[in-house]
């Protein structure tokens, strides 16, 4: 945590706590923890962040075209001139390129990325040919959209149009999916800036 008045506040309530014998101190310390916790919510929801995820070199162009029109984006659609959106993308290419993706450690990095933030926006592209003409998206916007609903953060999918609905259908049919042609990425963003707002909006009305 960053220094404030309420960290202040919290390391010495813990410094006290720790005096105390069990059971006494173990209640106390989990009502702290969770004053912290509940804390921090609040704090990442007055700094809104959107964690962009997406598959393959392709994604990865998209994803920065996306994460510089989020970064112009008012939070509160009526106030043009207010507070933007901050943008978190989890990996930059190099990362994504390395031999040992799964290791835990990279899936730790990710969740820690995505626990700053409010919404989660994925960019889902063909990345691998199957062969007989085909190609499939990688598996990363898929994987780091479960996390996110795991967090409570609300999905949204932009996904090239010729993939096909198998892929996500199951799951994702009627929520926040926006279908974009190759080559025409950008005339998508406006929809998606609308449902970031309104989500954002949803999340503020519930604190």
Not at 117 to 138: A, H, M, Q, T
Request: with cysteine; aromatic share 10%; net charge positive.
């Amino acid at each position: 945590m960053t220094n404030s008045p309420f960290n202040d506040d919290l390391i010495l309530a813990k410094n006290r706590v720790s005096t105390l014998k069990d059971p006494e101190k173990t209640a106390r310390l989990k009502h702290i923890n969770q004053i912290a916790h509940d804390y921090s919510e609040r704090a990442k929801f007055n700094n809104p962040k959107v964690f962009v995820s997406y598959n393959g070199e392709g994604g990865y162009q998209l994803a920065k075209e996306a994460e510089l029109f989020l970064r112009k984006l008012p939070v509160n659609i009526d106030l043009p001139n207010g507070k933007k959106f901050g943008v978190e993308t989890g990996f930059r290419q190099q990362r994504r390129d390395a031999t040992h993706e799964s290791d835990p450690s990279v899936i730790q990095h990710i969740k820690i990325m995505m626990q700053a933030c409010c919404l989660y926006v994925g960019i889902v592209v063909d990345e691998y040919n199957v062969g007989d003409g085909r190609s499939v998206p990688g598996p990363w916007p898929m994987f780091e959209a479960g996390m996110a609903e795991a967090l409570g953060l609300p999905v949204i999918l932009m996904v090239q149009s010729d993939i096909s609905s198998q892929y996500w259908k199951k799951i994702y049919y009627g929520k926040r999916l926006i279908s974009f042609e190759k080559g025409k990425f950008g005339a998508s963003l406006s929809f998606c800036a609308t449902l970031a707002q309104k989500n954002y909006a949803i999340i503020r009305e519930s604190l």
